[in-house]
């Protein structure tokens, strides 16, 4: 039988930060969720893992739907690529993304 192999580091998240920038308690984010307040403290300091299904949940509690889980990788403060993505107008983003492409396909 395979010995089974963990991360070497936690998994890196910023939902304390996230929590913070919107003013929200432990509490009121694990209200929001439905979930104890000790899980949210749980997550915010490494002490159980935290999986997509968590990230989403939280992105959605703290921001609706304009939020994606990845979000939350990323510290409130810096945008991610992909919402600084979401705020270029349409023709923008389709054009952006097609440089992408082919510089990834020149390598």
């Known amino acids: 039988m395979p010995h089974k192999i963990g991360p070497r ?14 003013g929200l308690t432990q509490e009121q984010l694990a209200d929001r969720i439905g979930c104890d307040p000790m899980t949210v403290y ?13 990230l989403a949940a ?3 509690a703290l921001y609706g739907d304009m939020a994606e ?16 993505l979401r ?14 492409k082919r510089a990834a396909n020149h390598n």
């Open 9 to 22: 580091r936690p998994f890196r998240h910023f939902i304390v930060e996230h929590r913070e920038a919107k």
């Open 42 to 54: 749980r997550w915010e300091n490494y002490k159980v893992r935290v999986d997509f299904d968590i």
């Open 58 to 60: 939280v992105a959605e």
């Open 69 to 84: 889980p990845e979000d939350i990788l990323h510290h409130p403060d810096e945008p991610t690529a992909n919402q600084l």
């Open 87 to 100: 705020k270029l107008p349409e023709d923008d983003q389709i054009h952006f993304m097609k440089q992408i």
